[in-house]
């Protein structure tokens, strides 16, 4: 903890470099992609005119293209070790409570519940989003591969593989900068709850009332109680001896 009780470590320098080098690379990706599949707009030709014309512009998304396999393997290398030496929970992986605290929170945007879902270190939300960028990366990384080397694959593969990874690569690089552009900045900066800028990914510490309210149940275990204390449900004395031994 930081400044006593208020903040509390979330993310680790490691996790805030890594968010970075994604910032950085799906920048320049983004830029120097959707400039080459909308080369007709005047933006687009503006861009590649000051690129130095349209060799550099893909010269720089291939060279890029390989520093992001680089981040994305690193990614799923770490968090595998991490796992498998049982260093750290497996936190990201969809289990039923999120289909559970789902339902609940469409339940209580209807007036049906009187608290939102309870949830752990990432929410539904967060995990989808993980989840369809993660996956979205791959898919962008194998088509990118194909694209780069289309001789050597169609050794192998047969030559309709070409345009197939073309539609793949241009379609889902609209869909992960449509992610990105509403979903992700609208959570991360537009919400109310973290307007103007959710800076936990870049300092690394959140408030505990943000704790509190989004993930109550890490919450708990970070403080050693049980939940239903911390939430000031348990049962009726329970909370104040919690308060008294200053964890609650
Ligand atoms: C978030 C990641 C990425 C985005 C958003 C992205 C976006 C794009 C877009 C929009 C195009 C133009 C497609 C069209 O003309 O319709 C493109 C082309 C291309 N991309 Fe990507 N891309 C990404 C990652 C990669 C990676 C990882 C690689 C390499 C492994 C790669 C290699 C290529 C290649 C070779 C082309 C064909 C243009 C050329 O010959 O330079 N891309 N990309």
Same mark, same amino acid.
Request: overall charge neutral; charged content about 20%.
């Given at each position: 903890?930081?400044?006593?009780?208020?903040?509390?470590?979330?993310?680790? @320098?490691?996790? *805030?470099?890594?968010?970075? #080098? =994604?910032?950085?690379?799906? $920048?320049?990706?983004?830029? !120097?992609?959707?400039?080459?599949?909308?080369?007709?707009?005047?933006?687009?030709?503006?861009?590649?005119?000051?690129?130095?014309?349209?060799?550099?512009?893909?010269?720089?998304?291939?060279?890029?293209?390989?520093?992001?396999?680089?981040?994305?393997?690193?990614?799923?290398?770490?968090?595998?070790?991490?796992?498998?030496?049982?260093?750290?929970?497996?936190?990201?992986?969809?289990?039923?409570?999120?289909?559970?605290?789902?339902?609940?929170?469409?339940?209580?945007?209807?007036?049906?519940?009187?608290?939102?879902?309870?949830?752990?270190?990432?929410?539904?939300?967060?995990?989808?989003?993980?989840? @369809?960028?993660? *996956?979205?990366?791959?898919? #962008? =990384?194998?088509?990118?591969? $194909?694209?780069?080397?289309? !001789?050597?694959?169609?050794?192998?593969?047969?030559?309709?593989?070409?345009?197939?990874?073309?539609?793949?690569?241009?379609?889902?690089?609209?869909?992960?900068?449509?992610?990105?552009?509403?979903?992700?900045?609208?959570?991360?900066?537009?919400?109310?709850?973290?307007?103007?800028?959710?800076?936990?990914?870049?300092?690394?510490?959140?408030?505990?009332?943000?704790?509190?309210?989004?993930?109550?149940?890490?919450?708990?275990?970070?403080?050693?109680?049980?939940?239903?204390?911390?939430?000031?449900?348990?049962?009726?004395?329970?909370?104040?001896?919690?308060?008294?031994?200053?964890?609650?």
């Amino acid at each position: 903890m930081k400044d006593g009780k208020t903040k509390i470590r979330r993310f680790s @320098t490691f996790r *805030i470099a890594e968010h970075w #080098m =994604i910032i950085l690379s799906s $920048v320049v990706l983004f830029a !120097t992609g959707l400039c080459q599949r909308f080369w007709h707009v005047d933006s687009a030709q503006w861009f590649i005119l000051k690129m130095g014309g349209i060799d550099n512009v893909r010269l720089v998304h291939r060279y890029m293209g390989l520093f992001f396999t680089f981040e994305i393997l690193l990614h799923v290398g770490v968090a595998v070790g991490g796992v498998a030496s049982r260093k750290w929970e497996s936190s990201m992986f969809i289990t039923r409570e999120d289909l559970v605290a789902s339902i609940h929170n469409i339940r209580y945007y209807f007036g049906l519940e009187n608290h939102a879902a309870r949830c752990d270190r990432y929410d539904y939300m967060e995990k989808f989003e993980y989840w @369809t960028i993660l *996956i979205g990366g791959f898919l #962008m =990384i194998v088509s990118g591969a $194909v694209l780069w080397l289309p !001789t050597m694959v169609t050794r192998i593969l047969p030559g309709e593989i070409i345009p197939a990874a073309k539609v793949l690569h241009s379609n889902e690089a609209l869909l992960i900068f449509l992610i990105n552009a509403i979903w992700h900045i609208y959570n991360s900066i537009f919400s109310p709850d973290v307007f103007p800028l959710d800076t936990s990914i870049f300092t690394g510490y959140i408030s505990r009332d943000r704790m509190m309210r989004e993930h109550p149940l890490e919450l708990a275990r970070i403080e050693g109680v049980e939940p239903n204390v911390l939430l000031g449900d348990g049962p009726p004395g329970v909370e104040e001896k919690a308060a008294d031994s200053g964890t609650g």
